[in-house]
T-cell receptor, first 113, second 111 residues
Framework: NAGVMQNPRHLVRRRGQEARLRCSPM?????VYWYRQLPEEGLKFMVY????????ESGMPKERFSAEFPKEGPSILRIQQVVRGDSAAYFC???????????FGPGTRLTVT | DQQVKQNSPSLSVQEGRISILNCDYT??????FLWYKKYPAEGPTFLIS?????DKNEDGRFTVFLNKSAKHLSLHIVPSQPGDSAVYFC??????????FGTGTRLQVFP
């Protein structure tokens, strides 16, 4: 029973490039959450999605960031025109419907040079 | 606005003793609280949770206490083991929505 999968684990991008982070939730889980952890800080909520729907994007920066969870395939967090301040660990979590507990993936560490 | 606070950035405890990690929150609407453990370069791992209708929940060596009037929860680990050395995050949610995390407490258990 595979856990939450994220890839890539490490991603290096130059300023101005695009970053695409992928997340496959646990089997049977229909809720996906994205969090970001800056160095020496806690995890900050970014966006909450269900299949084909964005439920809550109150934590997403207004520009350059977008997320989707299509009917088929993984959830994608997309960051356009990356800047050095985007360097962080990005974690995806999933949960079954109606459950408060969330299961986290190993994270993608994005470095912007 | 930090709704969930862990005021102790680090804690050092001898093996076999009790570890007590604390967490305070400000939003009285929170109805579910969780503790996660995190090793470097890994994702958070769920440890234990508690609903706001309870004041205590136990799972093996881990016990979480909730004091709603004080808006305070704590995690007790007894006995502490070297493998417990990690960063511990307190988190809270409302209506099974997003998790709001504290900044974490680094626990070190020494022999």
């Amino acid at each position: 029973n595979a856990g939450v999968m994220q890839n890539p684990r490490h991603l290096v991008r130059r300023r101005g490039q695009e970053a695409r982070l992928r997340c496959s939730p646990m089997k049977g889980h229909s809720h996906v959450y994205w969090y970001r952890q800056l160095p020496e800080e806690g995890l900050k909520f970014m966006v909450y999605l269900q299949k084909e729907n964005i439920i809550d994007e109150s934590g997403m920066p207004k520009e350059r960031f977008s997320a989707e969870f299509p009917k088929e395939g993984p959830s994608i967090l997309r960051i356009q025109q990356v800047v050095r301040g985007d360097s962080a660990a990005y974690f995806c979590a999933s949960s079954p419907e109606g459950a408060g507990k969330q299961y986290f993936g190993p994270g993608t560490r994005l470095t912007v040079t | 606005d930090q709704q969930v606070k862990q005021n102790s950035p680090s804690l050092s405890v001898q093996e076999g003793r009790i570890s007590i990690l604390n967490c305070d929150y400000t939003n009285s609407m929170f109805d579910y609280f969780l503790w996660y453990k995190k090793y470097p370069a890994e994702g958070p791992t769920f440890l234990i949770s508690i609903s706001s209708i309870k004041d205590k929940n136990e799972d093996g060596r881990f016990t979480v206490f909730l004091n709603k009037s004080a808006k305070h929860l704590s995690l007790h680990i007894v006995p502490s083991q070297p493998g417990d050395s990690a960063v511990y995050f307190c988190a809270a949610s409302y209506n099974t929505d997003k998790l709001i995390f504290g900044t974490g407490t680094r626990l070190q258990v020494f022999p």
